[in-house]
């Protein structure tokens, strides 16, 4: 069956209205019915043409009315009202979302300012610890110095430069020591001559 097959927007300027006003009248039932989709348009069959036809026909073949140009010029002043309406509450919504997204970008490059302050913070305080922890290790190296020079003298045998030393500030024993301390009597004998 060989059909005549025309897109929607060759029947539409042949009835003198829009792609929208045809599709608007045709329900998704007679679409599948009449449409056919060939690449990225859709072509209409004959059937499909006769209908949309007597759609648009009401007493005037081809042709608009004017009745139908009054009724469709209010749909179209109305529908870009409600386009400018909704454009309008769109960009205000758009407006509230840039609002709320700079405010957003205005806490965080605070909270990232604090960052960077806490962070140069604790760069300082563990500088600060690692000077502490070098002079703590300095200190003990000298302590250790020191603890093993003390040892060193006191664990070193005496020289005799220092065994004189010592002799010269000590006095000098007596040598007569008998002659000076009386002999100790010894007790046993006491008891001896008792005896007899």
Do not use: C
Not at 111 to 132: A, E, G, I, V, Y
Not at 160 to 181: F, I, L, R, Y
């Amino acid at each position: 069956m060989s059909e005549n097959l025309k897109t929607i927007r060759e029947l539409a300027d042949e009835l003198g209205v829009s792609k929208t006003a045809i599709n608007k009248k045709v329900s998704d039932s007679e679409r599948k019915q009449w449409f056919s989709k060939n690449g990225n348009r859709f072509l209409v069959n004959e059937n499909g043409q006769k209908a949309i036809r007597t759609m648009f026909s009401s007493g005037i073949d081809n042709h608009k009315s004017k009745t139908e140009n009054t009724y469709q010029q209010p749909e179209s002043k109305t529908e870009n009202f409600e386009n400018a309406n909704l454009k309008h509450s769109d960009i205000n919504y758009l407006n509230d979302i840039i609002k709320y997204q700079n405010a957003q970008i205005e806490d965080l490059k605070e909270t990232k300012s604090q960052h960077f302050k806490q962070l140069n913070q604790m760069q300082n305080l563990l500088d600060q610890q690692q000077r502490l922890a070098l002079q703590d290790k300095q200190l003990l190296e000298e302590y250790k110095a020191e603890i093993k020079d003390l040892k060193a003298l006191t664990m070193a045998p005496h020289d005799d430069g220092k065994k004189e030393v010592m002799a010269q500030n000590q006095p000098e024993p007596e040598t007569d020591t008998a002659k000076s301390q009386p002999k100790p009597k010894k007790w046993w004998r006491f008891g001896m001559f008792r005896s007899q």
